[in-house]
């Protein structure tokens, strides 16, 4: 047996027995809390008790982002120094600069870690386990913390789409999750800034169409156009159910070369599941927006589309 293992194995068991007891025979009453605290956390912060092994919230966690003090929000570590060590708590191997102190136990015995800034009670320090490089490991309670997660900045880009009544088509891309906003409007034709009654009336080669403003660390374009053609029958040509004439065409307005091979592809996965796809691909011209009125339709006017329902297809 690896001497090593067996070591950590026997030392974890001993951290197990004694692990509901308090660390020291004092609790901290020099330490007031700053917030309102439950029993069981004014327990392990003010009290120096421990909580119950394998039982703490960020036992497991993986999130990028920061550990913060429960009791005053002061940042302790960051989550690339958290491990794994299957001992019951949080482990870190490393702080942030500044934001712990070490306290020997009454006993002797083990090394209490405190936030530097408040006092408050996290749990105690090992040292040569070798679990990691750095051959430390902060033993921590989970109750004794906070997180903040990593915060990530929006990617924005944008889609359009047409496939019949745009606010049928509205309908459903609003609900998707990572979409930022939509707008209804008028792309692919020749007249300048058209009205409805001339799209609808004066063949001016325009069709319906959707702007998705969406966040593509949320939401990708591939998953948008799968949307897109589980919303409307693709099959058919320049109509959509009841609604029929050239602006309520399928088509697909790509603003890049990425996003056409994302169509093409979709498109070929489909063909090969045996429909017959009418929707063409064409590079994004100008987009007019439509009236106001068209904007949001059934948010405004309540209901559920008359030509547009969504069916499982990928």
């Not at 047996?1 to 197990?16: D, E, H, P, R, V």
């Not at 051959?135 to 309670?141: E, G, I, K, L």
């Not at 065409?249 to 979709?266: G, T």
């Not at 498109?267 to 011209?285: C, D, E, F, N, R």
């Amino acid at each position: 047996m690896n001497l090593q293992k067996t070591y950590k194995t026997i030392g974890i068991a001993i951290l197990l027995i004694t692990s509901l007891t308090s660390c020291s025979s004092q609790s901290n009453t020099n330490m007031k809390p700053l917030k309102q605290l439950t029993a069981s956390e004014e327990n392990v912060i003010i009290h120096k008790g421990t909580e119950r092994p394998f039982s703490g919230k960020y036992l497991y966690t993986t999130e990028e982002g920061v550990y913060l003090c429960k009791n005053c929000d002061a940042p302790l570590y960051k989550s690339q120094d958290k491990f794994e060590s299957s001992c019951g708590w949080p482990s870190f191997d490393d702080e942030i600069p500044g934001a712990i102190k070490k306290i020997l136990d009454a006993d002797g015995r083990r090394t209490e870690i405190v936030c530097n800034n408040c006092g408050a009670h996290l749990g105690h320090v090992f040292e040569g386990e070798g679990y990691t490089d750095n051959n430390v490991r902060h033993c921590v309670n989970s109750i004794s913390l906070n997180f903040e997660p990593k915060k990530i900045e929006p990617k924005i880009d944008t889609a359009i789409f047409a496939g019949g009544c745009f606010w049928g088509v509205e309908y459903y891309f609003q609900k998707a999750d990572g979409v930022i906003s939509t707008e209804v409007g008028y792309i692919g034709g020749k007249t300048n800034n058209p009205s409805y009654q001339e799209v609808c009336y004066q063949n001016t080669g325009h069709a319906e169409a959707i702007r998705v403003v969406f966040d593509s660390h949320k939401i990708s374009f591939e998953t948008l156009t799968k949307l897109f053609f589980e919303i409307h029958d693709f099959t058919q040509v320049n109509r959509q159910g009841p609604d029929v004439g050239g602006q309520y065409r399928s088509e697909i307005f790509y603003l890049n070369d990425l996003q056409k091979a994302i169509a093409e592809e979709i498109i070929q996965i489909l063909t090969l599941k045996g429909y017959k796809v009418a929707t063409k691909l064409s590079p994004a011209k100008t987009f007019w927006e439509a009236e106001k009125y068209h904007q949001e339709y059934y948010d405004k006017k309540g209901g559920t589309p008359y030509c547009h329902s969504r069916k499982n297809i990928f």
